[in-house]
């Protein structure tokens, strides 16, 4: 299963967003055209604009709102993966030479401000109050759970509920403001739009713990960045943390030990993988993935039986699945 065959049932529509996506990041300026037109090939799977479209469809149908609603979140999801490279040094993005690679740090950090902008002013010019305030707060909490997690790697102390806090801002955020915005776009039933809103939330932490999970267990060539690259990075993740929590004081010294000096010599990532498995860390971490899906799932129950449901269920099992 792809991800097309999953939300078949607003394909078309995605076409359309893709369309109008390119109009608004065209810019006069040569070379600021020249970088959107190089994140355009960067795109991904594009589910955050999709599940925009699968909310609105389900609270009523797909509208000019809507598109506007996918436009701002794809904007914002650009500007911040552009910041985060040139955050973590990624010489990579989805296969392709980062922006911070071929341009350097200073024109990734004005391009990622760029596109910021450009969907802040977008939602102005549409009156789009309501988005505005759902981006606002989506990009305040991205960037308190970047700062956190940054903190936390510095002292290599971060608690199961920390890293739940930081994924729930950083990742879990703009997903759930995606679903909440293409709901908003299509109904007034603020029970709807909360509904969509925690739907997005559960579906984001499973998101993001099966992306950590990759780090362990995925493919290079299929997930397009380096194997244990999170350990290089210094990142503990959940399956690290519960390794940790089950290891003996001379262990846990041993694993921060490896992780300090990480990237200063010789990588020892194969040992901290090791350390993970044997600790029953990713096993604990899928199970964690599992029962958030499951929340997901239930959030979007009650709504009655339509194709944008089945994708939107569909797309929690995609998620779960996922290898890249």
């Known amino acids: 299963m792809n991800i097309k065959d999953v939300t078949a049932s607003v394909n078309d529509e995605i076409e359309i967003f893709q369309q109008r996506y390119k109009t608004v990041l065209y810019a006069q300026n040569t070379l600021v055209d020249k970088v959107t037109r190089y994140v355009l090939k960067q795109q991904g799977k594009q589910i955050r604009p999709a599940l925009v479209l699968l909310s609105a469809q389900l609270c009523g149908g797909v509208n000019e709102s809507s598109y506007r609603a996918a436009i701002m979140v794809e904007l914002l ?7 985060d490279d040139v955050v973590d040094g990624a010489e990579m993005r989805r296969g392709l030479a980062s922006i911070n690679a ?14 910021l902008s ?76 909360a509904s969509l809103k925690s739907y997005g939330e559960y579906l984001g932490l499973a998101f993001q713990i099966r992306d950590d999970l990759l780090d362990y267990t995925g493919d290079s060539k299929k ?38 000096s990480a990237g ?52 929690v099992d995609f998620v779960m699945k996922r290898d890249n």
């Open 102 to 115: 071929l341009w350097k740090n200073k024109i990734s950090v004005l391009i990622g401000d760029y596109l």
């Open 223 to 260: 997930t397009g960045k380096e194997m244990g690259i999170d350990i290089k990075d210094k990142k503990i993740t959940l399956p690290l943390i519960y390794a940790l929590s089950h290891a003996s004081e001379s262990e846990q010294k041993s694993i921060r030990s490896i992780l300090k």
């Open 264 to 315: 200063k010599r010789a990588s020892r990532s194969g040992e901290v993988v090791a350390f993970v498995k044997n600790k029953g860390g990713l096993v604990y971490s899928a199970e964690v993935a599992e029962g958030l899906a499951a929340k997901a799932v239930s959030s979007i129950a009650h709504f009655p039986e339509s194709t944008a449901k089945r994708s939107l269920l569909q797309l």
């Open 118 to 193: 450009r969907g802040l002013l977008y939602s102005l010019e549409h009156k789009d109050y309501g988005f505005l305030h759902m981006v606002s707060e989506a990009v305040r909490r991205m960037s308190e759970g970047e700062i956190l997690q940054i903190q936390k790697t510095r002292s290599l102390d971060i608690s199961e509920e920390d890293y739940l806090s930081v994924i729930s801002d950083k990742t879990a955020s703009l997903i759930s403001s995606a679903c909440a915005m293409g709901a908003m776009s299509s109904t007034t039933d603020e029970s709807a739009i």
């Open 77 to 83: 999801h650009s500007a911040t993966l552009i910041h």
